[in-house]
């Protein structure tokens, strides 16, 4: 499990915070560390704070979107520290572990990491299947980058070395197919939305929230790969109606 999970960084402002990180996933047993549009690196800071875990700076994917960075995802998950104007499924780090735990070994995971001084965008945010959110002190609930890498990275330790509480499969049985991966995702957004302005559903000029919340209806069911397909055959279909 611990090998497919990815640690996205995103426009990391400070070198010493992703050498942190690196040290905190080493911890735990993580390895793959992607950074998208960090302001500097690779960095003396970040060698320093690493602190023998080099080899996770070395090995680091640099990326200029996240786009690039989530493509062959299968799930992801977006840190996030405050409630949004569109709720989305929200968990802690253990219920996060507990979900992760029984996918199959194959499946990749993502868990996105925004700005030290205001985290995640919205549109980024709507990119993720999940939010998890870190319940700390509300009377001091800022967090170092590094310290909640590590707490989410060692829920997920756990579950792996112990096993997660009243772990179940996601779906009550073994899956069928692979989960589709998040360039597929992003594909059949594109799609959809296309098809919806085509046929005159959304307004492009008055959007009100039409598409973040298909993306939280569609995200929600964790759809796999034969799903998305037959998805994206249903809008050609109406597209070929619509424009006869």
Request: glycine share 6%; charged share 25%.
């Amino acid at each position: 499990m611990l090998e497919n999970v990815r640690i996205v960084l995103v426009n990391t402002t400070h070198p010493g915070n992703i050498g942190g990180v690196a040290r905190a996933m080493k911890n735990m047993g993580l390895s793959d560390l992607c950074l998208v549009k960090p302001k500097l690196f690779p960095h003396a800071d970040a060698e320093a704070r690493a602190s023998g875990a080099g080899d996770i700076l070395t090995q680091a994917r640099v990326v200029e979107s996240l786009e690039d960075a989530l493509a062959d995802c299968h799930l992801v998950v977006g840190t996030s520290a405050r409630s949004r104007t569109i709720p989305w499924p929200l968990v802690n780090p253990r219920e996060l572990a507990a979900i992760v735990a029984p996918l199959p070994e194959a499946t990749r995971v993502a868990i996105v990491f925004g700005r030290e001084d205001r985290g995640l965008t919205n549109d980024e945010l709507q990119r993720c299947h999940q939010h998890v959110h870190i319940p700390v002190d509300e009377q001091f609930s800022s967090l170092n980058l590094a310290a909640a890498v590590q707490v989410i990275s060692y829920e997920l330790r756990m579950a792996k070395v112990f096993g997660a509480d009243d772990v179940k499969p996601r779906w009550g049985t073994e899956w069928d197919v692979e989960l589709a991966e998040n360039r597929e995702l992003e594909l059949l957004f594109g799609h959809l939305e296309q098809t919806l302005t085509e046929i005159e559903f959304l307004d492009p000029q008055k959007p009100r929230n039409l598409m973040p919340r298909l993306r939280r209806l569609i995200l929600r069911a964790v759809p796999d790969k034969v799903e998305v397909n037959v998805l994206r055959g249903m809008l050609t279909a109406v597209q070929k109606r619509s424009r006869r």
